[in-house]
């Protein structure tokens, strides 16, 4: 278990980081001023925590300063994102905050209205993505027996801040980003904020 005496510096917990490190979050969390803690299912990556989004009992309560979740809540069943979203509130300090990425459906469903559904949405290091993909998950991935990349959710921005607000989070901010890249940002504290000091907070942390 991480001992909450390991982390004096503020830490940031980077849910299902694979392979990316802090250099690979947000202009925030990318400095010195902030420590990260990488938690994945996949030992192979190397993570300093072995385990879930829906189990993260290896953190301590109350132990992290903002959790950092790109593209994971989406692999969720709908059921399962309020025991997600829980763990998050779990481990974070009071003042906490997290920061959460994810497809946006409302653009990528606009291209299926334009018959666009195997078209390609962007390009990505592993190859074509389109929308097909962003809305149930990476087929060759898929095809090669990782089916937990599959999508088992999905959000637009009006259900993500809902869902984030129903769930304990209680000033929400976010930015949607068409094309090219169909993402959700939301950035969510657990203390009530002014709009001043979440604009703030969305600067450092929104691409």
């Not at 802090?22 to 190397?46: C, S």
């Not at 291209?111 to 097909?132: M, N, Q, R």
């Amino acid at each position: 278990m991480v001992q909450a005496t390991e982390l004096t510096t503020p830490t940031f917990l980077h849910v299902g980081c694979g392979m990316k490190y802090k250099d690979r979050t947000t202009r925030g969390f990318n400095t010195d001023a902030w420590r990260e803690l990488r938690l994945d299912i996949d030992q192979k990556v190397k993570p300093d925590v072995v385990g879930t989004m829906l189990d993260m009992t290896e953190i301590p309560d109350g132990t992290v300063a903002a959790v950092y979740s790109s593209h994971n809540i989406e692999h969720l069943y709908p059921h399962e994102v309020p025991i997600a979203l829980a763990e998050f509130r779990r481990v974070l300090k009071p003042d906490g905050f997290i920061v959460i990425t994810c497809p946006d459906l409302q653009s990528v469903c606009a291209l299926v209205a334009e018959d666009k559904l195997t078209e390609t949405a962007y390009s990505a290091p592993s190859g074509t993505i389109t929308p097909l993909d962003i809305l149930y998950g990476y087929r060759p991935s898929l095809a090669k027996g990782n089916l937990y990349m599959a999508h088992r959710c999905g959000f637009t921005a009006k259900v993500l801040i809902g869902t984030l607000r129903e769930n304990g989070f209680t000033t929400v901010v976010s930015r949607r980003r068409g094309a090219p890249y169909y993402d959700l940002w939301a950035l969510g504290t657990l203390i009530q904020n002014d709009e001043k000091t979440m604009r703030a907070l969305a600067a450092e942390h929104f691409p």
